[in-house]
């Protein structure tokens, strides 16, 4: 009798639900060592926050715009110990490839699934310094008509110097996202870019 699940660690997961035609449900985590360092990076602003603002530190001119910026710099630091907390202590994939298509779950606010016959490929992107996992459309001219009138020049600019569809942030790396990728690829019919 076992007592945990039989699907091998990792990014894969075997289908144990379905039959021996049914491709795997594969997984993509966010980064951990992302995860921490930003929860880490909240901590430490809190505790400068705290510092400074609660006058611990010796300064020769205390000023109150001091304990304004103290308060701001806590207090985002708070933000985003909420925000990289939970990630970071129960981290949970962030997309899902399965039979019925890719689903995007975001931990706050509303996810996005895409059917397999709406996406040509998937791959990584960047997008000045922040990395992300790119969708392209099959039916590029349909999904642009089903975006707000206000969206679309945006998004007509973007297919135009090359850039995907969709950009959905992931927190992970370049490794891990063309792998991830690569095996939706091998399994999925889409590309892999």
Request: glycine share 14%; aromatic share 8%.
């Amino acid at each position: 009798m076992s007592s945990g699940s039989d699907a091998p660690a990792g990014g894969a997961k075997g289908g144990a639900r379905g039959g021996a035609n049914e491709p795997p449900q594969l997984v993509l985590l966010p980064s951990a060592s992302l995860v921490w360092l930003g929860t880490l990076i909240g901590a430490a602003m809190i505790v400068v926050g705290a510092l400074v603002g609660g006058d611990l530190l010796p300064r020769a001119d205390p000023r109150a715009t001091d304990r304004w910026f103290a308060g701001g710099v806590a207090l985002m630091g708070v933000a985003v110990v909420a925000g990289m907390g939970p990630m970071a202590w129960a981290p949970r994939p962030i997309l899902v490839a399965d039979a019925r298509g890719l689903h995007y779950l975001l931990r706050f606010g509303k996810g996005a699934s895409f059917a397999w016959d709406e996406l040509a490929a998937v791959g990584w992107v960047r997008a000045g310094k922040h990395s992300g996992f790119g969708l392209w459309m099959r039916d590029r001219q349909a999904w642009l008509a089903s975006l707000p009138g206000w969206q679309q020049p945006l998004h007509r600019l973007g297919q135009a110097l090359g850039r995907p569809e969709r950009r959905l942030s992931v927190l992970a790396g370049r490794q891990a996202i063309n792998a991830f990728a690569a095996q939706i690829a091998q399994h999925y019919p889409v590309e892999a870019r």
